[in-house]
């Protein structure tokens, strides 16, 4: 019969400090140690992994919206296929647009840059940042040839609210002299800052009004159009049957598909790299065990005569070994809780907004991480604990004490 109250009995006694054998002790509590740090910077690494692709990814969606329409022909996007989608699916938002490429001049600064032309007001319903610029417009009755420029842009070109810089457009117009490069004045009646520098520096909007009197574009036909929902995954291939040929439609995991691929492989690659320091602390789980297994060879001799079965011997080392890991898995887990809190509460570690999109670490550990890292640390745990336990209950006591 197992008889657990003997186990718990020995699992006690060997967890005690022990004076004649002290660096079995102290190669446990490394033990622990080890697992605690590994769960630790373990869970803070992953939280700093997920929260920076949740801040890129909230980021990418300024300017990337769920879905964009774009048309291979002049005259293939109109008013009436988009009123066919928004009959279907009510719920979307939509944003028609047409775009340029163009160089924006002030004075002695030049700045290459994409012109958009928006509706203001529909732009503003799917665009948290243009929106928070469009409400800053002083004056609503703002002529068809104004823009709304990126911050850093304005300051690229050392403009301000309410002045004028001139638009160079790759089309030419005719001169008295032969062509050159057409050209506008535009004036900007407000600024968008979205925290990243490439989207602040190189997108400008203005009416599409503005933009098709100066490109002499039809206002019935589009370039494309943005597409709010919450649900872009669902609805696109619905969406995609109502599209003729010579319309394309594109989600935002479809724009920035290799991005996100590579920050998922980089997780996993870190994850898997941070779980070899708690296979190096786990080792000493087992050098622990099996020094402990060597010192007591005659108390387990002396056991096994009394009548202690093999299981009992087994289960005595194996749960010795899962109470070391487990304990430092907790220890751990209240560590790595706590540095995240410390990360998010104080600046500690300032990043550069231009480059990360926000200043502060972003720190997000959903809990299925969490729940892959305390299940990839048990496993490491259980596995190590095995060869001591098995090692332990194999010990032939007619050998230990015939030598003792």
């Known amino acids: 019969m197992f008889n657990k109250k003997f186990v718990n009995l020995f699992i006690k006694h060997y967890l005690k400090y022990d004076r004649d054998n002290p660096f079995i002790f102290i190669s446990a509590l490394l033990a622990f140690l080890g697992i605690s740090a590994g769960v630790m910077v373990l869970m803070i690494a992953m939280g700093v992994t997920n929260g920076t692709q949740e801040e890129f990814t909230k980021k990418l969606f300024v300017m990337n919206y769920p879905l964009t329409l774009t048309s291979y022909d002049k005259q293939a996007l109109d008013n009436k296929l988009l009123n066919k989608i928004k009959q279907k699916y009510p719920s979307v938002k939509i944003s028609p647009f047409y775009v340029?490429?163009?160089?924006?001049?002030?004075?002695?600064?030049?700045?290459?840059?994409?012109?958009?032309?928006?509706?203001?007001?529909?732009?503003?319903?799917?665009?948290?940042?243009?929106?928070?610029?469009?409400?800053?417009?002083?004056?609503?009755?703002?002529?068809?040839?104004?823009?709304?420029?990126?911050?850093?842009?304005?300051?690229?070109?050392?403009?301000?609210?309410?002045?004028?810089?001139?638009?160079?457009?790759?089309?030419?117009?005719?001169?008295?002299?032969?062509?050159?490069?057409?050209?506008?004045?535009?004036?900007?009646?407000?600024?968008?800052?979205?925290?990243?520098?490439?989207?602040?520096?190189?997108?400008?909007?203005?009416?599409?009004?503005?933009?098709?009197?100066?490109?002499?574009?039809?206002?019935?036909?589009?370039?494309?159009?943005?597409?709010?929902?919450?649900?872009?995954?669902?609805?696109?291939?619905?969406?995609?049957?109502?599209?003729?040929?010579?319309?394309?439609?594109?989600?935002?995991?479809?724009?920035?598909?290799?991005?996100?691929?590579?920050?998922?492989?980089?997780?996993?690659?870190?994850?898997?790299?941070?779980?070899?320091?708690?296979?190096?602390?786990?080792?000493?789980?087992?050098s622990s065990l099996l020094m402990t297994v060597m010192s007591r060879r005659s108390e387990i001799a002396l056991m096994k005569t009394l009548g202690a079965t093999q299981k009992e011997i087994k289960a005595i080392f194996f749960r010795l070994g899962l109470i070391i890991g487990i304990l430092g898995m907790i220890f751990g887990s209240l560590l790595g809780l706590f540095g995240m809190w410390l990360l998010t509460t104080y600046n500690i570690i300032s990043l550069p907004a231009d480059v990360y999109g926000t200043s502060k670490l972003p720190i997000d550990l959903p809990f299925s991480d969490y729940t892959q890292i305390i299940i990839g640390t048990f496993i490491i745990v259980l596995l190590t604990s095995i060869y001591p336990a098995i090692k332990a209950s194999k010990t032939n006591p007619l050998k230990v004490l015939r030598n003792e």
């Not at 002695?108 to 409400?135: C, H, M, R, T």
């Not at 919450?230 to 696109?236: H, L, Q, R, T, V």
């Open 100 to 286: 340029t490429q163009m160089i924006a001049k002030n004075a002695d600064s030049v700045q290459g840059s994409i012109l958009y032309g928006v509706d203001f007001k529909k732009e503003a319903q799917i665009n948290s940042i243009f929106a928070k610029a469009y409400n800053k417009i002083q004056d609503k009755n703002y002529s068809k040839f104004s823009a709304i420029t990126g911050a850093d842009l304005a300051v690229v070109l050392g403009a301000k609210i309410g002045e004028k810089f001139t638009i160079f457009f790759s089309q030419q117009e005719a001169t008295g002299f032969g062509t050159m490069p057409l050209q506008k004045r535009f004036k900007i009646v407000s600024t968008f800052k979205s925290g990243l520098s490439a989207y602040d520096k190189g997108i400008i909007y203005t009416t599409k009004e503005g933009f098709a009197k100066v490109l002499k574009k039809d206002l019935n036909y589009y370039d494309g159009a943005h597409i709010y929902t919450k649900e872009p995954m669902k609805i696109i291939d619905g969406i995609k049957k109502l599209l003729p040929e010579n319309v394309g439609i594109e989600g935002w995991w479809q724009q920035n598909g290799g991005f996100f691929q590579a920050m998922q492989i980089e997780k996993k690659a870190l994850f898997l790299v941070l779980l070899l320091i708690i296979l190096v602390a786990a080792l000493n789980i087992i």
